[in-house]
């Protein structure tokens, strides 16, 4: 099954990603995530290069990701019990807040947390680790034409400039007929291109690099950076990339997951095509709930066909975290 639109090549980029990162340098530990980055500029797919013993700390604060107030607490928490406005840096916006963070922190088993008289204490429980190594991005256009070339050029132009990212590429489909070189040619020398061929199916050939990316990371980054950086990388943790089914409709009875080589994709079977998310929703015109009789009964997975196809997106998102950790423990690197 090869999707025809942007949405289902995005998953399958995310998919390759997952099993061959890096497809130039051999293979190194990473988590994959789709549809992230800052205000100004959001990335098709990112892949977070962890540093494997710092990720397994990590693991130990959670499988949700940490937004950047509750980042705040926990990177800054103290070993001893300290008030929390003598414990952590000035935020930059009212104090309140941060007192509020302290008690979502603590209430997530992140920090702990005691009253003193009317003052709030905290303290950490564990520090919180460097477990970020390098941030990747990546653009996905399947058909690269002229006007496609020169937008995409111009925005990978400009994460090269930013250098929020320390390494930029651009995907293309390879099926059909070849990339044009002179489209290739007007992308920034810094992009890596990769040349995919899913037709067959998703595996670690699925790809092959055309043009070799440079590392753009600049020799320091200054701590707002670092922060925002820090951010993506938890929210591409804690998102992952199998999480289209949170907004799409597994609950409608056409919806399926259905084999791409060693992925699995959407598919509607009234479609009769893989949907793409915007048109997979309540409004569809075709959405049919499940029966309810699915739901009981057990059938065929317990709470009907939709909760098991979510359930199992989550444990394959969980599965692929553990395996960065055990990547360490095998001695994979
Ligand atoms: S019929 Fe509509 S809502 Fe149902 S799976 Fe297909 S696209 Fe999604």
Known sequence: MYPDHEFGYELLVCRYAELAWHPSEGRRPAIVARQLGTRDRRWDTVVIEVDPEAFALRRAFGDRGLDSDLLH?????????????????????????????????????????????????????????DWVRRIVAIENKPDLDRSAADALADQLGHDVETALADEVWLATSATGE????????????????????????????????????SDIAPATRDPETITRRLVI????????????????????????????????????TAKKRCQTARECSGSCPEFAPEPPTWRTRGWPIEGGPGKGMTALLARRRERMRDRQVDAQAAGER
């Not at 002179?182 to 990769?194: C, D, I, Q, T």
């Not at 995919?196 to 699925?206: K, M, R």
């Not at 990388?233 to 791409?260: I, V």
Request: aromatic share 10%.
């Open 233 to 268: 990388a938890e929210r591409a943790y804690g998102k992952g990339w199998r999480s289209f089914h949170e907004t799409m409709r597994p609950d409608c009875h056409a919806f399926e997951l259905r084999r791409a080589g060693r992925g699995l994709l959407p598919y509607c």
């Open 178 to 213: 070849r990339v044009e070189p002179a489209l290739l040619r007007s992308m920034p020398v810094e992009a890596g291109v990769l040349t995919t061929e899913f037709a067959g199916g998703i595996d670690e050939d699925a790809a092959s690099v055309a043009w070799h990316p």
């Open 73 to 129: 607490v926990v990177r800054h928490a103290p070993p001893e019990w300290t008030w929390y406005r003598d414990a952590l840096p000035d935020p930059g916006y009212p104090w309140r807040y941060v007192r509020q963070a302290v008690h979502r922190a603590a209430g997530r088993g992140l920090i702990e947390k005691r009253r003193r008289g009317n003052r709030i204490e905290c303290r950490r429980l564990r520090p919180y680790p």
